[in-house]
Structure formats: structure tokens, C-alpha cells
């Protein structure tokens, strides 16, 4: 008899989401298969970050290899099949260098602290705002949820982390209006997630592009949900 799923009384994992009493033992291709056999078709793929499907045989084949070889070694060594990978990810995109994270949060992190910093090495250590978009969703860390500026996953984590002005989407006047000396980036997603899977229009797109060359920012594209080929194209 398989085990049924815990229930969330029971459960001793931190309740962060409303669980479906539903739990999957493993999966092939697109379907999720609980310990009783039953299948179900995952439409969920990897809540459209991770969108793998299961078990693929490519994947499990390399993940295999490289488990038998070698683990984590740090930052403090040569990484040739990092440098490889890296590698290849310039030479299909517009990208010069490659940092690897373990998270979108984290990645995100990266790019507001790479935006202060650029302004920081020119001198402008003052110049460290950076301009979102309502409905955006760029992660859970502390400097994550402010960048967001979702009430609902900043409430009750204490003081908002300081440095990020967000403006309505797709609205040119309020966003000329919240660039100021101290602004030093704007970062969006070309298609909105979790604000409802809205798309940025191409011509506000390039209107963000003239607006950053015309004052010096920096434009950051939060692209963990859309990148990667889940548009069709590597990068939306
Ligand atoms: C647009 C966007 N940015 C950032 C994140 C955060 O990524 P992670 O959950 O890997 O930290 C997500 C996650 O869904 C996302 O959709």
C-alpha cells in the first residue's frame, strides 16, 4: 500500500504554500506519478521556472556522471565544465561573462548589487535606486521582496530594505518622474509571472532602453521565468 500523503497538520515541513493533498513519487517526461501509480499530466512544469519535465534520460545521464566525478569544489578553483557551460551561454546570447547562482533570488541580488556597484566604482556611490515595475515579482530574499514591492511578502519582515522605487506598468510619464540623481538601474521582466503573465509591449521595451542611455542607468532584465528557451527564443 503506498503511503498517503501527509496531511498538513501532521506535516513537519514549514507550511509556506496551501499544500493539495496530493504527493508525487516520481515523474517521466510530462506526467507526475504518485505512489499508488495514478498519473497526472504536470501543466504545472516546474512552476515555469524549472521546466525540465521529469527524468528526461539526457539529463539523468549527465547528472549521473557528474555525481560519480566531482562536487562542489568553491570559487577558489578552476571549474572546467563550468568554464564550458559559461562558455557556451556567451556564444548564444549577447552575454560577455557568466556568474552561476543557486536561485532567481539570488541572481537578482547580483544585479542590484553589480548596478550599485558600477555607479559606486564611477564615483556615484549615491546613485544606488532602482526602478521597478507594479505586479513584479523578483524573488524572496529581503532586498528581493523590496525590489518586488509586493505588500503581501514584505508585511511583517520588518523595515523595507531601502533603495527601490516602483512605478505602474507601461506608464513613460511616471517613470520619467522617479528617475532621479540617485537612480542607478531599472529592472523588469519582458513578461510579467506572478503579476499575471503580462507582456511588457516592445515599444515600452525600447523606450526603457532610451531612457537608461539618456540618463546613465543600468537596464536589468529579470528573466528566470521567461529565459532560457520558454518563450521560444533563449531570452525573451
Ligand atoms: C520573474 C522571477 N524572478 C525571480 C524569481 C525567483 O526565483 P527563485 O525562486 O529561484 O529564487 C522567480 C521565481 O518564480 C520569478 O518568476
Not at 112 to 140: C, D, N
Not at 160 to 179: C, H, M, S, T, Y
Not at 186 to 210: N, T
Request: some cysteine; hydrophobic content about 40%.
Amino acid at each position: 500500500m503506498a503511503p498517503a500523503p501527509v496531511s498538513a497538520s501532521q506535516s513537519v515541513l514549514v507550511p509556506t504554500y496551501a499544500r493539495a493533498p496530493v504527493a508525487f513519487e516520481r515523474g517521466e517526461g510530462p506526467w507526475a506519478i504518485t505512489a499508488d501509480g495514478t498519473r497526472y499530466l504536470d501543466f504545472g512544469a516546474g512552476i515555469a521556472v524549472n521546466a525540465l519535465g521529469h527524468a528526461h534520460p539526457h539529463l539523468v545521464k549527465t547528472l549521473t556522471e557528474q555525481a560519480g566525478k566531482i562536487w562542489h569544489t568553491s570559487n577558489l578553483y578552476g571549474a572546467p565544465d563550468g568554464e564550458r557551460l559559461a562558455r557556451r551561454l556567451c556564444e548564444a546570447t549577447f552575454a560577455e561573462r557568466v556568474f552561476f547562482t543557486n536561485s532567481g533570488a539570488e541572481a537578482n541580488e547580483c544585479a542590484i548589487k553589480m548596478a550599485r556597484k558600477y555607479h559606486a566604482a564611477k564615483g556615484h556611490p549615491e546613485r544606488f535606486r532602482i526602478v521597478t515595475f507594479e505586479g513584479a515579482f523578483h524573488g524572496r530574499t529581503l532586498a528581493t521582496i523590496a525590489a518586488g514591492g509586493q505588500q503581501k511578502y514584505i508585511d511583517g519582515f520588518g523595515p523595507k530594505v531601502d533603495g527601490f522605487d516602483q512605478v505602474p506598468f507601461d506608464d513613460e510619464k511616471a517613470l520619467r518622474a522617479a528617475i532621479t540623481p540617485e537612480t542607478a538601474a531599472l529592472m523588469i521582466e519582458p513578461i510579467q509571472g506572478e503579476g499575471g503573465l503580462r507582456s511588457v509591449p516592445g515599444r515600452f521595451l525600447k523606450l526603457l532602453r532610451q531612457i537608461c542611455d539618456e540618463n546613465g542607468l543600468l537596464l536589468i532584465f529579470d528573466e528566470i521565468q521567461t529565459g532560457v528557451g520558454r518563450t521560444g527564443k533563449f531570452f525573451a
